[in-house]
């Protein structure tokens, strides 16, 4: 069976960075686009970033909110996903969630993706 894990989550201070990683299993994971969505309390599920499966290193792509903050990057051989998050908001408090997309594409529609893992808390204290 597929099966997502995310990790890294925490407690930090605005400002501050944490590194989330997303360990998958059960899928071949290089033909996978990957993405990671985030959802506050009463909010809906929102895209934060994508990687496409055919990386070249500009296969990207971030939610404007994002941008300048977040990297995403894969490393195919350890069937992982990262996200790195630097200069923390408090609006960035959400589960963070990890997404794997069969299509390939990256899309940032939370239905085009086809598994999910189960998320990490992500709190930053202004």
Sequence with gaps: QVHLEESGGGLVQAGGSLRLS???SGLTFS????GW????????R???ASIDWNWSGSSTYYADSV????????????NTVYLQMNSLKAEDTAVYYCA??????GTSSPGAYDYWGQGTQVTVSS
Excluded at 37 to 44: E, L, Y
Excluded at 100 to 105: E, F, K, L, P, Y
């Design 22 to 24: 997303c360990a998958a």
């Design 31 to 34: 033909t996978y686009a990957m």
């Design 37 to 44: 969505f985030r959802q506050a309390p009463g909010r809906a």
């Design 46 to 48: 929102d895209f934060v």
């Design 67 to 78: 941008k300048g903050r977040f990297t995403i990057s894969r490393d195919n051989a350890e």
């Design 100 to 105: 794997a997309d069969r299509v390939g594409t």
